[in-house]
T-cell receptor, first 114, second 112 residues
Framework: AQKITQTQPGMFVQEKEAVTLDCTYDTSDQSYGLFWYKQPSSGEMIFLIYQGSYDEQNATEGRYSLNFQKARKSANLVISASQLGDSAMYFCATDGGATNKLIFGTGTLLAVQP | GAGVSQTPSNKVTEKGKYVELRCDPISGHTALYWYRQSLGQGPEFLIYFQGTGAADDSGLPNDRFFAVRPEGSVSTLKIQRTERGDSAVYLC??????????FGQGTRLTVV
């Protein structure tokens, strides 16, 4: 079975600084994907970034990058140049088996301070 | 529509009543998922449809929960004899063949 662990219930960061949100995963699958979603207070789940287990390069999407360390089973999200609008819950997830259902962690609440 | 649409956005019901939650996926997406998110938690998988059939319903908590997708597009999650513990946000997501999940805004269900 797959499992995602996010050990930071909450994080603070100053505007314009970078922040790293931690995520470790456990899976018995040889091929898997890792995802990060943002959930603002409005509730929608916004897809941010994806990393495939066989991708050799770390994924990047604008200010988001995924620090993928396969041997350590970690998939940390790095947000550069934080903005006030980045304040939200962030969820790490992996896809499980043939159905590609997502297994989520408990999330990290990020607060960006001016 | 442009995105996944869920209705209603909010539903308050009395304990013991029956409710239906609707999901209209992105056009052309063959895969559809239902998740449940309790306060302070990440979403938890309930059921997955590929086309019209439920390919994986292993996340449904008990037989009071049921979902259908009769024409391979719109899906309805049905909850019988609701209990206060069913209160949560119910999220629907659809996926294209290439992968990735696109979520709707969710239905906040409150059982009083």
């Amino acid at each position: 079975a797959q499992k995602i662990t996010q050990t930071q219930p909450g994080m603070f960061v100053q505007e314009k600084e970078a922040v790293t949100l931690d995520c470790t995963y456990d899976t018995s699958d040889q091929s898997y994907g890792l995802f990060w979603y943002k959930q603002p207070s409005s509730g929608e789940m916004i897809f941010l970034i994806y990393q495939g287990s066989y991708d050799e390069q770390n994924a990047t999407e604008g200010r988001y990058s995924l620090n993928f360390q396969k041997a350590r089973k970690s998939a940390n999200l790095v947000i550069s140049a934080s903005q006030l609008g980045d304040s939200a819950m962030y969820f790490c997830a992996t896809d499980g088996g043939a159905t590609n259902k997502l297994i989520f962690g408990t999330g990290t609440l990020l607060a960006v301070q001016p | 529509g442009a995105g996944v649409s869920q209705t209603p956005s909010n539903k308050v019901t009395e304990k013991g009543k029956y409710v239906e939650l609707r999901c209209d996926p992105i056009s052309g997406h063959t895969a559809l998922y239902w998740y449940r998110q309790s306060l302070g938690q990440g979403p938890e998988f309930l059921i997955y449809f590929q086309g019209t059939g439920a390919a994986d319903d292993s996340g449904l908590p008990n037989d009071r929960f049921f979902a259908v997708r009769p024409e391979g597009s719109v899906s309805t999650l049905k909850i019988q004899r609701t209990e206060r513990g069913d209160s949560a946000v119910y999220l629907c997501a659809s996926s294209p063949a290439t992968g990735g999940a696109f979520f709707g805004q969710g239905t906040r269900l409150t059982v009083v």
